[in-house]
């Protein structure tokens, strides 16, 4: 093992049996007595990476991508199939909430233990004893049964223990979504402040801004390989993208094929008007024309609406509206507010509304559609006529994207 490196990983595989469940019943039992008894999972197919004394490295990747079970080979709770981990000094972990607690023993006997299982003497158990107790807040609580606490209370003690045994490795597995919001930002601090000491870090977390803060690096992990490692600022925007494609892509895969009611058949208070011509069709479609219900922010989207006329109609207007799915009203115009004129409706036809940049941002809309009179009374009124997805290609926050750019003056940039 290299004299700089607190952590060696080489080629780790790691394969799973999962059984398969023939059920219970002697019937079931003789039915499926054929079936293959568990299938091998490849979970990691062949990592390696090393982490240099001090460093701090974000574990990243979608659910399922192994990044708990990497954290796991590494504390050995778990072996590999093949492969070696290698790890200079101490290491403490913050994996299974409470895992090595006690249900039926108080918090003080399970620090003591708990302490211990991470290689510290009863001597400098005693030592730190009241600095865990108070960063933990469970001074109140402390003689209590752990089985009574709540999940927070858990973790605040698990946290505490595991932060105060003078580590040279601390493994964290999405510890810092649990607890109160306060006691989040305690512990983050902590953990600065453990880097700063030099203990060397591998935090596993959904949150990447949190990973920013504290990691120099990220390891994007993705079916059973690194996919790519790098600083974070370089890592993450290519992660976003590419998880934004994937949900994108399956919310397209699982979109219905939209078929509009029949009007007689829609409740009063979604559609409704004299129906002298009705929406037959709605498709929502991408700048290459294809239909879509999921789209990434800032793309251009054209909602084609096809209707068919039972009775021409002189003087009407159109209108659409989008709203999110909390009830936002977020756009709404028609051919009079944008001037087009009057419209007459004499055939069935198409019409294409273009909107050049959809910069609302990520969640989930629907859209309004109406055909009216010049005097806005209603001839097909169709509420909640599709619904569709925004996800963010950026993490900006907030209702919608304002176009901007920074002038930086007197300003270096990195
Ligand atoms: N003991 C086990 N037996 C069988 N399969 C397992 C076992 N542990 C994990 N797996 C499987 O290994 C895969 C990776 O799991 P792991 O918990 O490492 O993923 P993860 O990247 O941490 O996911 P998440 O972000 O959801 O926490 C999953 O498909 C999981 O079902």
Redesign the pocket.
């Known amino acids: 093992m290299r004299e700089e490196n607190a952590i060696e990983v080489k080629d780790l595989k790691k394969q799973?049996?999962?059984y398969y469940d023939k059920g219970s019943q002697l019937k079931e039992k003789m039915l499926f007595w054929k079936r293959n008894r568990y299938e091998n999972?490849q979970?990691l197919n062949g990592i390696s990476f090393e982490v240099k004394k001090g460093e701090a490295v974000g574990l990243i990747?979608?659910?399922?991508?192994?990044?708990?079970?990497?954290l796991?080979l590494l504390t050995k709770i778990?072996y590999p199939t093949s492969g070696t981990v290698e790890m200079r000094g101490r290491v403490s972990s913050l994996i299974e909430l409470g895992a090595g607690f006690h249900p039926d023993m108080s918090g003080r006997e399970n620090i003591y233990t708990n302490a211990a299982i991470f290689g510290l003497s009863k001597r400098e158990i005693e030592e730190r004893l009241d600095t865990i107790i108070e960063f933990s807040e469970l001074q109140a609580f402390i003689d209590n049964p752990v089985r009574t606490y709540s999940s927070g209370m858990y973790m605040r003690l698990a946290f505490a223990v595991a932060i105060n045994v003078n580590a040279d490795i601390l493994l964290i597995?999405?510890i810092l979504a649990v607890g109160d919001a306060n006691f989040q930002a305690k512990c983050f601090d902590k953990l600065k402040e453990i880097k700063e000491r030099g203990t060397t870090i591998i935090i596993?977390s959904?949150a990447l801004g949190q990973i920013e803060q504290i990691c120099d690096r990220t390891i994007w992990?993705q079916d059973g390989q690194i996919k790519l490692s790098g600083t974070p600022r370089d890592v993450h925007p290519k992660y976003q993208n590419y998880m934004n494609e994937m949900r994108k892509k399956m919310a397209n895969e699982n979109m219905d094929e939209f078929v509009p009611p029949e009007p007689e058949e829609t409740e009063d208070e979604k559609r409704y008007g004299d129906k002298r011509v009705v929406i037959t069709e709605v498709e929502m479609q991408n700048a290459e024309g294809k239909k879509q219900r999921a789209f990434t922010c800032g793309e251009p989207i054209t909602i084609q609406v096809q209707f068919h006329v039972n009775e021409p109609v002189e003087k009407a207007m159109m209108g659409f509206g989008i709203f999110r799915r909390d009830g936002m009203h977020c756009y709404g115009c028609n051919t009079h507010i944008d001037n087009i004129g009057d419209l007459s409706f004499k055939e069935d036809g198409t019409v294409r509304i273009r909107l050049e940049e959809m910069d609302l941002l990520e969640g989930s809309y629907s859209l309004d559609l109406a055909i009216q009179t010049d005097l806005e009374e209603p001839i097909d009124f169709y509420r909640e006529v599709m619904p569709f997805e925004l996800y963010n290609s950026k993490s900006d926050i907030g209702v919608v994207r304002i176009p901007h750019s920074w002038e930086l003056e007197e300003v270096q940039k990195e």
Do not use: P
Not at 61 to 70: F, L, M, P, Q, V
């Open positions: 799973f049996k999962v999972r979970v990747g979608h659910n399922g991508c192994g990044k708990s079970t990497t796991k778990i597995d999405e596993v959904h992990l």
